[in-house]
């Protein structure tokens, strides 16, 4: 029986964990969705985790369950990596091209990738990606590809995105307890934009927020390159705690009130209905659709202060024509395509996981803003191994680097 060309993809937040399965058609040189699960997700906070035996058994759960609806057993798969320890920051390389004819290589192109990622760092940190953003030949700026060209010196700039070794460890081994190898870490953020974002966008220009349970992340896009990304310590779960403390009551109870009341368009677009809530808080309680929109704005109004500060810090900041790409699980709370394009002044969509190397009898699910990393991971996975693709801006990992990250995965495994 010919060997099943699988790749799986386990997303691991702050609320929940969600694992996709995908399978991939040599003949149609396409890729369907075959097992999708999720799992509540009780051991992380920010993204990192502080219970190993819940998130071991959380992975558990989800795993299992897009196990059971696919008919499959996987036994390695990409796994997200977010948090407030992740970094990033440019560095610089320089070599002599090798080749007597002054051809430049796919060797010179390793080496100086190599030599830019040779940047010194505490004990505890790690590089996640190096992602080329352009080379310089001769003194030549702006080059894309440098493949082929003839030249003496080549530079190149290069973003290095990097994290604390404990907590990667940490996550690894929770993955690793349920006899799941980490085929390789992917940066929360390149992994949605893999799902959501298109060359068009990517090259106009293009900011995608990913609106978490525990932490936000944003991504910047221009000219096809990240240019700047950061996570930011707000997410969906904060709202439902500002809602449990006003209202006083349960974080199940703010939770419910948050998905069927919450709107973030302000107190002023609100609705004045006045809401019975005796149901879920088990009293006689009533209070107004308005209240809870200024309860939930207050947070939503934080978060994008941030985010507008992080836009600030690169040139190309306000110079998005393709406007900002909503995620995650918070994209779907009411009013907030709206209150987004208030606050940044520009176009405002909702992310849907759609993708041309995709079809699938599952769209509808996978189209929710909640699984564009999960399904961003299997996207970038088939991309790696089945599509022939060896780098782009979304998939950083030169061959030289890439054996690095093999060795250091390996330390990782049980």
């Not at 980490?182 to 990517?202: N, R």
Request: net charge negative.
């Amino acid at each position: 029986m010919a060997r099943r060309n699988i790749i799986c993809g386990i997303d691991i937040g702050n609320s929940e964990v969600k694992t996709i399965i995908g399978e991939f058609n040599r003949e149609t040189n396409q890729a369907q969705v075959i097992g999708i699960g999720n799992a509540d997700s009780n051991g992380m906070r920010r993204s990192v985790v502080i219970d190993m035996e819940e998130t071991i058994n959380d992975v558990r759960d989800s795993v299992n369950r897009a196990q059971s609806m696919a008919g499959v057993k996987v036994d390695r798969a990409y796994v997200a990596l977010n948090g407030l320890h992740i970094k990033s920051h440019l560095s610089h390389g320089v070599i002599a091209v090798s080749r007597a004819d002054n051809e430049i290589s796919q060797f010179d192109i390793d080496r100086v990738i190599d030599a830019a990622s040779a940047v010194s760092l505490p004990a505890n940190r790690e590089i996640i990606h190096v992602i080329p953003r352009n080379f310089i030949i001769d003194g030549q700026e702006h080059i894309k590809n440098a493949l082929g060209m003839k030249g003496v010196r080549l530079e190149a700039d290069v973003l290095l995105i990097e994290g604390l070794a404990p907590y990667i460890r940490n996550l690894a081994k929770c993955v690793n307890a349920n006899g799941i190898e980490v085929a390789e870490f992917v940066y929360g953020p390149l992994a949605t934009a893999k799902s959501v974002l298109d060359k068009h966008q990517l090259e106009h220009g293009v900011l995608n927020v990913d609106f978490g349970g525990g932490v936000s992340t944003l991504a910047l896009f221009h000219e096809g390159d990240l240019v700047h990304s950061a996570v930011l310590p707000i997410g969906s779960r904060h709202i439902t705690n500002d809602i449990a403390i006003a209202l006083k009551t349960s974080m199940e109870n703010a939770e419910e009130i948050k998905r069927e009341y919450g709107f973030a368009g302000g107190e002023e677009h609100a609705s004045k209905e006045t809401i019975d809530l005796s149901d879920l808080v088990e009293e006689e309680f009533t209070t107004t659709r308005k209240h809870i929109a200024k309860i939930v704005s207050a947070r939503i109004s934080e978060l994008f202060e941030m985010i507008d500060e992080e836009i600030r810090k690169v040139p190309q900041g306000h110079l998005l024509p393709a406007g900002v790409i909503l995620a995650g699980g918070g994209a779907n709370l009411a009013g907030l395509a709206g209150f987004t394009k208030d606050k940044l002044k520009l176009s405002v969509r909702v992310g849907r996981g759609q993708n041309d190397f995709f079809f699938d009898s599952m769209r509808e699910k996978t189209a929710n803003p909640s699984y564009a990393t999960a399904l961003g991971l299997i996207i970038w996975g088939f991309e790696k191994e089945y599509s022939g693709k060896t780098t782009s801006s979304l998939n950083p990992l030169t061959s030289g680097f890439a054996k690095k990250a093999g060795k250091w995965l390996k330390n990782f495994m049980p």
